[in-house]
C-alpha cells in the first residue's frame, strides 16, 4: 500500500480564494508528517510539519495543515491563495520508529489564476 | 552558508556509460537520500543512507549504486543496467532523531541520455 497518497493530480484555485491540497497516509506507528513545495527545475523547499503536539501546524508563506489521526489525514491550506503559490507540493512521510525512510506523495500541481 | 550541494547540474550520458551524480552537505547531517523525479511520478526514493558507511536500498535501486564513505557526501553512480536513466536526480539530507527531522534538498542534477 502507498504509504503517502494525494489523491488529486492537481489543483485550480482563483487567486484570493482558499487552497487546500489534500494528502493522507497510511496507519504504521506515529509518523511524522511534511509539505514540501518545488518550483520548475528547482529542489523541494520546506513548508511545514507535525511532529507532535498541536494538530494544527503552521509553516512558511501562511500554509497551514491540520493533521487528522482519525481520518489519517494531513492537508494543506492558505486561506487566500496568491498567483505566486503556483507550484508542485508534496507530503512525505517518516516513521521514526523504523528507519527513517522519507517517503513522498505523487505531488499535486496548484495552479492559482489571477 | 551551510547547504547541500549537487553537481553537475546538467549531465549527459551514452548509451552504456556508468555516469556518478555528486552529493555534497555541510549540515552535519547523518541521514542522506537519493530521489529520482519523473513527469507525474513524484520523487521515487532510490537509496538512502543514516550513517557513515551502511545505505538501504529504497524503493527503485536497480541499476543505480551508492557509497557512504564520509558524513558529508553521498554519490550516486548510475549504471549502464538502468535502462532508462534520463531524469531528474534529487538529493536531500536530514538530521535523525529529536524534532527537525525536515530534509534539506539540493537543487538537483538532471541526467539525459544522448
Known amino acids: 500500500a502507498q504509504s503517502v497518497a494525494q489523491p488529486e493530480d492537481q489543483v485550480n484555485v482563483a487567486e484570493g480564494n482558499p487552497l487546500t491540497v489534500k494528502c493522507t497516509y497510511s496507519?504504521?506507528?506515529?509518523?511524522?508528517l511534511f509539505w514540501y513545495v518545488q518550483y520548475p527545475n528547482r529542489g523541494l523547499q520546506f513548508l511545514l510539519k507535525?511532529?507532535?503536539?498541536?494538530?494544527l501546524v503552521k509553516g512558511s508563506y501562511g500554509f497551514e495543515a491540520e493533521f487528522n489521526k482519525s481520518q489519517t489525514s494531513f492537508h494543506l491550506k492558505k486561506p487566500s491563495a496568491l498567483v505566486s503559490d503556483s507550484a508542485l507540493y508534496f507530503c512525505?512521510?517518516?516513521?521514526?520508529?523504523?528507519?527513517?525512510?522519507?517517503?513522498f506523495g505523487a505531488g499535486t500541481t496548484v495552479t492559482v489564476r489571477a | 552558508d551551510g547547504g547541500i550541494t549537487q553537481s553537475p547540474k546538467y549531465l549527459f550520458r551514452k548509451e552504456g556509460q556508468n555516469v556518478t551524480l555528486s552529493c555534497e552537505q555541510n549540515?552535519?547531517?547523518?541521514?542522506m537520500y537519493w530521489y529520482r523525479q519523473d513527469p507525474g511520478q513524484g520523487l521515487r526514493l532510490i537509496y538512502y543512507?543514516?550513517?557513515?558507511?551502511?545505505?538501504q536500498k529504497g524503493d527503485i535501486a536497480e541499476g543505480y549504486s551508492v557509497s557512504r564513505e564520509k558524513k558529508e557526501s553521498f554519490p550516486l553512480t548510475v549504471t549502464s543496467a538502468q535502462k532508462n536513466p534520463t531524469a531528474f536526480y534529487l538529493c536531500?539530507?536530514?538530521?535523525?532523531?529529536?524534532?527537525?527531522?525536515?530534509?534539506?534538498f539540493g537543487q538537483g542534477t538532471r541526467l539525459t541520455v544522448v
Open positions: 536531500a539530507s536530514s538530521i535523525t532523531g529529536g524534532l527537525d527531522t525536515e530534509a534539506f
Open positions: 496507519v504504521s506507528g506515529n509518523p511524522y
Open positions: 507535525y511532529i507532535t503536539g498541536d494538530n
Open positions: 512525505a512521510r517518516i516513521i521514526p520508529s523504523n528507519d527513517y525512510k522519507l517517503s
Open positions: 549540515l552535519n547531517h547523518d541521514a
Open positions: 543512507s543514516q550513517i557513515v558507511n551502511d545505505f
